[in-house]
């Protein structure tokens, strides 16, 4: 194995949890990359941008998992040894951005319309929309109309993104593993203080 395989995450929230969309939303902002797939630095994720122009990882890829009373938040990136620390701290520093820096009318737009993108998609055919049906019985005890998630996603803010990310991500415990060469990798103290404060 030549390349660190990395993921990182927070405590999340669950299926039916009042953040459970905005928590979609965050995810679709930080974004999902593969340097294999083309896109290059022409991306609208700001991370995968930063990832791709300055050559610090592979891929990319967020993610929201939700379980009956919490979940998991966070990203699994692959990166070469010696630009694990880098791509570890610009994962970290793109947390902490959206959260103290705060996000543009426009960053929110085009993530809200990728999550509603992406909602859709899951529901072309009818099996998927079978599917849909049941986890939602089974998670929520009903079935969510596209139209009530479409509403609750566009009642979506920046400061409902700040507030998350203030409450979940900024000075908490990451769990953290990775695998492969792993020298140049952070230790977990230097992660945890990430959550708080910027490299110097």
């Not at 993921?7 to 999340?12: D, E, N, R, V």
């Not at 960053?107 to 509603?116: D, F, G, R, S, W």
Request: one cysteine or more.
């Amino acid at each position: 194995m030549h390349q660190a395989h990395v993921a990182i995450a927070f405590k999340g929230v669950s299926w039916e949890h009042p953040d459970y969309f905005a928590f979609l939303v965050l995810q679709s902002i930080v974004g999902s990359w593969d340097r294999n797939l083309g896109a290059g630095k022409n991306l609208s994720s700001r991370l995968a941008e930063i990832l791709s122009v300055e050559n610090l990882a592979s891929s990319l890829s967020s993610f929201n998992t939700c379980y009956n009373s919490t979940g998991l938040f966070g990203a699994y990136f692959v990166t070469d040894e010696k630009n694990a620390a880098n791509c570890t701290y610009e994962v970290m520093n793109e947390w902490q951005r959206i959260g103290k820096q705060g996000l543009s009318k426009e960053e929110l737009a085009i993530a809200k319309t990728k999550v509603k993108s992406a909602l859709l998609m899951q529901l072309d055919g009818s099996s998927n929309i079978a599917e849909d049906i049941g986890r939602n019985l089974i998670a929520l005890g009903r079935r969510l109309e596209p139209v009530e998630m479409f509403r609750r996603i566009d009642a979506i803010t920046e400061a409902d993104i700040s507030r998350i990310q203030d409450e979940y991500l900024y000075d908490a415990d990451p769990a953290v593993t990775a695998i492969g060469p792993l020298d140049t990798m952070p230790d977990y103290n230097q992660i945890r203080g990430w959550t708080y404060w910027n490299r110097l």
